[in-house]
């Protein structure tokens, strides 16, 4: 079959014609012949326009034979059976059907009936139709009508109370993710959500679930998804901002547009992009005190290893009014709420830099020889750092 992770409907003309040169040898393989009602493509299924990175997912040119399938496993060969015969369905002849929409007036309230009455099963003769089910299997057809018939009816009010929402599955909530655009008020970015089919992309979405399922924010439970104390921290912290809206994606879309288009720069987008994290970082602090959120969160096992305190190493070369401080991974200035960015790395080049040679870099400018710096290529080398610029230099003696 072709690539599996596409959502595109459709498939150009080139794919269309390899599969009407085999359409007798696919049905061989499904042990269902017909007569091929069409070997002309519709613009329904063959739309060059429509394709994105990928066409529809259909079978290959590649035929298997008939022990090639028997050797498959029973879901393999269901899933294949399933493409080829959606793709057979192209050449078959349409479902028909009449429908009779019936309306009866009482006391002056229209109501509404709809009668639906098979005329020929088409291409649905190529999928097994299962047994209807409770009110579905009860459903009488409409009974012989005349225009302006007068019909004897029951009025009755129904009781009941409406019942919540149910929990998401997985499934649910990756077609949520693409559906995302309904939930926002403004038109252009709903068109756009639309157009870009929401969050993340269908080879991506299941990938980002299971990323915030590993870091504990729901869980899933016999697939059904459920939010974890970590998880409403996580959505408490983040409310209200851009970051929880899919707002955000819609934005940084419209502007990579314009970079596509040549009306806008990388370097405009990747700034807009850094001053909004530091506006999160200086706002979510502010807004979870507000919040006084009460749900206490078990110590992680990080943290019951090993704790951590903040160390003032040197005065700030860049600013002159913070400090630089030593935080878990990275030096940072104490002075970023009111915008400066000097920071210095916990490892560079995988070397560690210790608090001694980054204080070395903050009031001298440079440090002295450091070894046991690593090149991509592996190879092990001896230099000196340098701070020009705010950024680091080598400087080799």
């Avoid at 990323?211 to 409310?239: A, M, P």
């Avoid at 878990?328 to 200035?333: D, P, R, T, V």
Wanted: hydrophobic fraction near 30%; glycine fraction near 8%.
């Amino acid at each position: 079959m072709s690539y599996p992770r596409t959502d595109t409907r459709h498939i150009t003309p080139s794919e269309f014609n390899y599969l009407a040169a085999s359409v007798e040898k696919y049905q061989e393989l499904i042990g269902q012949p017909f007569e091929i009602a069409s070997k002309t493509p519709k613009k329904r299924f063959v739309d060059s326009s429509k394709v994105q990175e990928h066409y529809a997912i259909i079978p290959t040119k590649k035929v298997p034979t008939a022990a090639t399938i028997a050797r498959l496993a029973p879901l393999e060969r269901n899933l294949y059976e399933e493409v080829v015969r959606t793709a057979l369905a192209m050449f078959h002849r349409d479902y028909l059907y009449t429908e009779t929409k019936v309306t009866t007036d009482v006391n002056g309230l229209p109501f509404f009936t709809t009668g639906k009455t098979e005329v020929d099963k088409g291409w649905k003769e190529l999928f097994a139709t299962p047994p209807k089910k409770g009110k579905e299997a009860d459903e009488p057809a409409l009974p012989p009508l005349e225009q302006n018939e007068t019909v004897q009816s029951e009025i009755g009010i129904k009781e009941g109370a409406t019942q919540p929402p149910k929990p998401y599955t997985e499934g649910q909530l990756i077609a949520m993710m693409k559906t995302c655009g309904k939930l926002v008020e403004d038109q252009t970015e709903t068109d756009i959500l639309k157009e870009i089919e929401g969050l993340g992309t269908e080879a991506t979405r299941s990938n980002i679930i299971e990323t915030i399922k590993k870091h504990g924010y729901i869980s899933v439970t016999k697939n059904i998804v459920s939010i974890t104390d970590k998880g409403r921290v996580l959505c408490q912290s983040i409310e209200g901002s851009l970051l929880a809206s899919p707002s955000m994606t819609a934005k940084w879309e419209t502007y990579l547009k314009k970079i596509g288009n040549g009306e806008g720069t990388g370097q405009h987008f990747l700034g807009s992009v850094s001053k909004f994290i530091y506006k999160l970082l200086e706002d979510v602090p502010v807004q979870l005190e507000q919040q006084k959120i009460d749900i206490v969160l078990p110590p992680s096992k990080s943290s019951s290893r090993k704790s951590y305190t903040a160390t003032e190493v040197a005065p700030c070369p860049k600013c002159g009014n913070g400090m630089i401080v030593a935080r878990k991974e990275f030096y940072g200035c104490s002075n970023y709420k009111n915008g400066c960015k000097q920071t210095f790395p916990g490892k560079f080049l995988k070397k560690n830099l210790t608090q001694a040679q980054v204080k070395l870099l903050c009031t001298k400018g440079k440090t002295n020889v450091i070894k046991g710096f690593t090149h991509a290529n592996g190879q092990k080398f001896d230099a000196m750092l340098e701070l020009k610029e705010g950024k680091l230099n080598l400087v080799f003696v």
